[in-house]
């Protein structure tokens, strides 16, 4: 009699687990270089290069000139950034001042692209721009800056989400001078008006099924594995089965 007990005890757990994990299943989605690619074209081709203002509140640039200052990253005007008003910039001469970057698609040999190495996700950004640096007044500038995106899993949201972070900013001409400054302001601007970026809506992915007379099941995304090969990024979602 125990015998059977635990044989039936045994049985009933095996059949637990397999149903439970019948209930679950992953699904891996793959991205390629090529896409990004293609996509970055599509973008450029149909559409403005996407724009957004670096100015700062008039506390910020003074920290942020004091920062730069102490780090003997300052701008020169005449060779930092080529022609330049020599007077201060004052809250006019920034008023007037564009203080915008422009993402572009290329900038000397320079591409904006997506590419996968060595295990993250490496985007370099082909930029030009203006800004008024305290003492300096608007400038003109120009580059690429190499950024990261460190991947997340916004389970709330049903999503994959990256978020961008700069790394170094390279500046046409000016042999690193002035690239810290920017390189600050980038992010700023970035984390307020970008980060963090919807790469993919995991939600969308999932399918819907109508059970007759009792509802539907649906998929809910409840861990996500982001794996970088030399190339291509795939994601392994893993969605549960539930009641909708």
């Known amino acids: 009699m125990k015998l059977l007990r635990l044989f039936t005890a045994i049985i009933f757990a095996f059949t637990f687990v397999t149903i439970a994990s019948a209930q679950r299943a992953d699904v891996s989605i793959n991205l390629s270089e090529p896409f990004f690619d293609a996509l970055l074209d599509s973008i450029y081709q149909n559409f403005d290069p996407p724009q957004f203002s670096i100015a700062a509140s008039e506390s910020k640039i003074d920290e942020i000139r004091y920062n730069a200052i102490s780090r003997f990253d300052v ?6 950034f080529g022609s330049g008003p020599q007077a201060g910039a004052t809250i006019s001469d920034r008023q007037i001042c ?5 993402i572009v698609r290329e900038m ?3 591409r904006t692209s997506v590419r996968f190495r060595e295990g993250k996700v490496y985007v370099p ?3 030009s721009g ?3 640096p305290p003492f300096v007044g608007c400038v003109d500038f120009a580059g ?17 989400v990256g978020r961008v972070r700069v790394l170094n900013v390279n500046l046409n001409g000016t042999n690193g001078i002035g690239g810290t400054l920017i390189a600050k302001m980038l992010q700023g601007s970035i984390d307020r008006k970008l980060n963090p970026i919807e790469i993919v809506r995991l939600d969308k992915v999932s399918f819907g099924f109508a059970v007759q007379n009792s509802g539907n099941i649906r998929m809910k995304a409840v861990a996500v ?3 970088v090969s030399a190339g291509s990024l795939q994601i392994f979602v893993t969605y549960d089965f539930v009641k909708g």
């Open 225 to 227: 594995r982001p794996e």
């Open 98 to 102: 564009d203080e915008s970057v422009k």
């Open 130 to 132: 203006s800004y008024a």
């Open 75 to 80: 701008f020169e005007p005449d060779t930092a």
């Open 144 to 160: 690429w800056a190499e950024t990261n995106i460190d991947l997340e899993f916004d389970q709330a949201g049903q999503r994959l």
């Open 125 to 127: 950004l082909a930029f």
């Open 108 to 110: 000397n040999g320079i």
